[in-house]
């Protein structure tokens, strides 16, 4: 009886951790993955390593560049330079610091059965190097690998239409035109928050929502286009693009150089609000979709501590 009890135990244990682990890899019925991240930027093990001697003692680094976002990044659209160290006194020239990625990296995505597909992956190598002069005692050097990449986030909710938008007829709808909208973002360093919506008049409704850098303190946000370029003009820029939902005429206050739903806006301390007004042609008791998409440009990079010691 109690190996028969014991077994019973075992199989149910096995059967308990089978569905946790699919519940974990399955995303069926969600528009999106979601998370916060883009790529993921790491140096393959000792490479470089933590020492190396002053006197023939050649070592390389690779970085690795993972997909973790739902956004493809082509060929080439990734950039990554190292720093910290002077390319000639590691007998290299400054130019072969400095690679773009040579494979896609394609987005996580989700299947036709629901499960999570994870993102492409690419590695960099840098060319052999080798410290070029003698030292004392030892030096340390703050190697650092910085990517430069493009991205993008989707989001989607749903707004609530009313025949009746300002209640005058006391009839019961289907939905509250007065709310917070539920959204849903794509797995991006930069994602839509607080998305509200509420009445503005007879035929008309304004929504609003919130562009948040949602990465790390020290990762930057750039305009597209701007290959990571620190000028002013550049830095904390987002384009924004909102798909008209075909209810009338859609206008969006503060987007620049677009049109009435798409242009570019700037980031404050992280984040920006936008406002956009639609007037409704034929008003109806619907659930409504509405999109919004972003480009920017982003980067990140990562620190390792290099010290060159002396070779008796």
Request: glycine share 8%; with cysteine; hydrophobic share 35%.
């Amino acid at each position: 009886m109690k190996k028969a009890i014991t077994l019973f135990m075992v199989l149910l244990l096995i059967f308990v951790a089978g569905c946790a682990k699919k519940t974990e890899t399955n995303a069926a019925g969600k528009a999106f993955v979601g998370g916060t991240q883009g790529l993921a930027i790491s140096f393959l093990p000792n490479l470089p390593p933590t020492e190396v001697f002053d006197t023939d003692n050649p070592f390389s680094i690779s970085v690795k560049l993972e997909n973790k976002g739902e956004f493809d990044i082509p060929t080439g659209a990734a950039r990554v330079s190292i720093t910290g160290i002077r390319a000639e006194d590691f007998r290299l020239t400054s130019n072969s610091l400095l690679k773009s990625s040579e494979e896609d990296m394609g987005a996580v995505r989700i299947d036709a059965q629901g499960n999570i597909v994870a993102g492409g992956y690419t590695t960099m190598d840098f060319p052999e190097m080798n410290y070029a002069t003698k030292v004392s005692g030892s030096l340390s050097f703050p190697v650092r690998a910085s990517v430069c990449y493009e991205y993008g986030t989707n989001a989607q909710g749903q707004l609530c239409v009313r025949k009746d938008l300002r209640g005058v007829t006391g009839q019961a709808s289907v939905c509250d035109p007065n709310r917070q909208v539920p959204a849903e973002n794509s797995g991006a360093p930069v994602q839509i928050t607080n998305i509200r919506q509420n009445v503005a008049g007879s035929n008309k409704i304004d929504f609003f929502f919130t562009i948040k850098q949602m990465g790390t303190s020290v990762d930057s946000l750039f305009k597209k286009g701007s290959k990571c370029d620190s000028a002013l003009a550049n830095r904390d820029v987002v384009f924004v693009e909102v798909e008209d939902p075909g209810l009338g005429t859609l206008t969006c206050s503060g987007l620049k150089d677009g049109t009435a739903t798409s242009g570019y806006v700037t980031l404050f301390n992280g984040e920006r609000e936008v406002r956009c007004s639609q007037i409704i042609t034929n008003p109806e008791d619907v659930i409504t979709p509405v999109k919004v998409s972003l480009t920017y440009g982003y980067k990140q990079f990562i620190d390792v501590q290099l010290k060159v010691k002396h070779a008796e």
